[in-house]
């Protein structure tokens, strides 16, 4: 079974950087593609960004683009996702999921797995 570990969120100002890494368990991550999510309270899940297993295909949110990166490394069965120029509005509990079929997706009903989040809060 595959399992999912968000880590590095936290508080940040403003402007400032984090990074989010979700490590997953199993031999296979390699063939899964991983997508970040986030959700407010009160709000619907929005889509951050997506990697396919090759890397080779990645799409962004409008809300982020030119701001976050997202990556991975299939030897440490870690996805990354760098998050800069962070806004107030980037507050969100934030969570990554794998789609087995490998393909990416900003889709979450494409998604089988998914971790138990991280929070992130970006003051003012």
């Known amino acids: 079974q595959v399992q999912l570990v968000e880590s590095g969120g936290g508080l940040v100002q403003a402007g400032g950087s984090l990074r989010l890494s979700c490590a997953a368990s199993g031999r296979t991550f390699s063939t899964y593609a991983v997508g970040w999510f986030r959700r407010v309270p009160g709000k619907e899940r929005e889509f951050v960004a997506a990697i396919s297993w090759s890397a080779e295909t990645i799409y962004y949110g409008d809300s982020v683009k030119g701001r976050f990166t997202i990556s991975r490394d299939n030897v440490k069965n870690t996805v990354y996702l760098q998050m800069n120029s962070l806004k107030p509005e980037d507050t969100a509990v934030y969570y990554c999921?794998?789609?087995?079929?490998?393909?990416?997706?900003?889709?979450?009903?494409?998604?089988?797995?998914w971790g138990q989040g991280t929070q992130v809060t970006v003051s003012s």
């Open positions: 999921a794998q789609n087995p079929a490998g393909i990416a997706s900003t889709i979450p009903a494409a998604y089988g797995y």
